[in-house]
C-alpha cells in the first residue's frame, strides 16, 4: 500500500491594487484576514493566512498591490511584493477581468520562474463570457507557461477548482505551522487591522492612507479587554479630522471599531482611541522599521 503524501508550502497572491486579493484571500481561509474596502492599496503588510486539509497545509501571504511608490511607505510595501517572488511554492498572480496593464519588470521575472504560477482572472461575473475568454488568450501571451484559472471572488465562483489546482502544484512537505493556527500575526495586529479598516470606511481622500495605527495596550480581564490604540498622522490638520467637530467623527470611530474587535474577540471591550502627529512618517524610513514595513 502506498504511503499517503503530505503537501505544504507557501502561496503568495499578487496583482494590482483594488483587483480583489484580500477578498480571495478571506474567501480561501474562510476568515476576514485582511482588509476589504472599495479603496485601493488597503493591504499594507504581508498577512499570511493559512489553510489546513488532512493532507495539505497552504499558506497563504496577501501581498500589497503592485505601483509605483511615490514616497517611503510604498517603497517598503514594494518591498514585500519583491521578497515574495522569491520565497512562494506557487505564485497566484491576480488580474482584473479586462485588465492588461501589468510591471513589465516583474512580468519579465515571473516568465523566469521555475515555480508554478496560476493565473487568477477575477470578477468574471460582471463581464460575458465573451470577454473572459478574449482576456484569457490575452493573457496566455503574457504569461504563456501560467495556468489560468477564471473567478469571482466575492461570488466565490470556481473557488474550489483554485484550490485543487494550488494544492496539485504544492510540494511534498510536512507542515510548517500548527494544524490548528489560522495565522502567524498576532491578535494585537489584526486588531489595529479592524481600526485601521473602519478609518478607510468613515474617512475620505488621503486621510485613511495618512494613518497608522498601534495597540498600544491589551489587558484582558475577566469580563472585558480594555484596548488602547495610537493613530500616528502626518499633520494637525488631519488630526483635527480624524477627531472631528466636538470629537464626533473619532466618536463614531470609536464605537464602529470597538463592535468589530468585540464581533472577533468575542468578548466585550474597552476601546481607548488617541491621535498623535509624527511628522510626514511615511517618508521616514527609520519610523517605518518601528511599524513593521521592514518585514516580509
Same mark, same amino acid.
Given at each position: ?90 505564485l497566484l ?41 478574449i482576456n ?8 504563456? &507557461? #501560467?495556468? *489560468? %484559472? ?8 470556481? !473557488? ?6 494550488? $494544492? +496539485? ?69 488631519? &488630526? #483635527?479630522? *480624524? %477627531? ?8 463614531? !470611530?470609536g464605537i464602529?471599531?470597538?463592535?468589530? $474587535? +468585540? ?34
Open positions: 500500500m502506498n504511503e499517503i503524501t503530505h503537501k505544504a508550502g507557501f502561496v503568495n497572491i499578487i496583482g494590482s491594487p483594488n483587483v480583489g486579493k484580500s477578498t480571495l484571500m478571506n474567501k480561501l481561509v474562510g476568515e476576514n484576514l485582511s482588509i476589504i474596502t472599495s479603496k485601493a492599496q488597503t493591504t499594507r503588510h504581508r498577512i499570511k493566512g493559512i489553510v489546513n486539509g488532512e493532507n495539505f497545509q497552504i499558506v497563504y501571504s496577501d501581498l500589497p498591490g503592485i505601483l509605483t511608490p511615490v514616497y517611503k511607505m510604498q517603497e517598503m510595501m514594494m518591498r514585500f511584493v519583491n521578497e515574495s517572488l522569491k520565497d512562494a511554492d506557487v498572480y491576480m488580474v482584473e477581468c479586462g485588465e492588461t496593464k501589468y510591471d513589465e519588470q516583474i512580468i519579465a521575472r515571473l516568465n523566469k520562474f521555475e515555480i508554478p504560477i496560476i493565473l487568477i482572472i477575477n470578477k468574471i461575473d460582471k463581464v460575458p463570457a465573451e470577454q473572459v475568454e484569457r488568450t490575452y493573457w496566455q501571451t503574457i504569461l504563456p &507557461k #501560467a495556468d *489560468i %484559472i477564471d473567478i469571482s471572488a466575492i461570488k466565490q465562483i470556481n !473557488l474550489n477548482e483554485l484550490l485543487q489546482k494550488i $494544492i +496539485e502544484k504544492l510540494p511534498d512537505s510536512p507542515p510548517y505551522f500548527p494544524k490548528d493556527e489560522l495565522t502567524d500575526r498576532p491578535t494585537r495586529f489584526f486588531i489595529s487591522e479592524i481600526i485601521r479598516e473602519k478609518i478607510l470606511l468613515l474617512y475620505q481622500k488621503e486621510i485613511p492612507y495618512s494613518v497608522e495605527v498601534v495597540v498600544e495596550s491589551f489587558k484582558e480581564e475577566e469580563k472585558l479587554i480594555r484596548i488602547g490604540a495610537m493613530l500616528y498622522v502626518e499633520r494637525e490638520s488631519q &488630526k #483635527a479630522i *480624524i %477627531i472631528g467637530h466636538q470629537g464626533t467623527a473619532i466618536k463614531k !470611530l464602529e471599531a470597538r463592535l468589530a $474587535i +468585540e464581533e472577533f474577540l468575542e468578548k466585550h471591550v474597552f476601546l481607548d482611541i488617541s491621535v498623535k502627529v509624527l511628522k510626514d512618517w511615511r517618508s521616514d524610513e527609520l519610523q517605518m522599521k518601528k511599524f513593521g514595513y521592514y518585514e516580509g
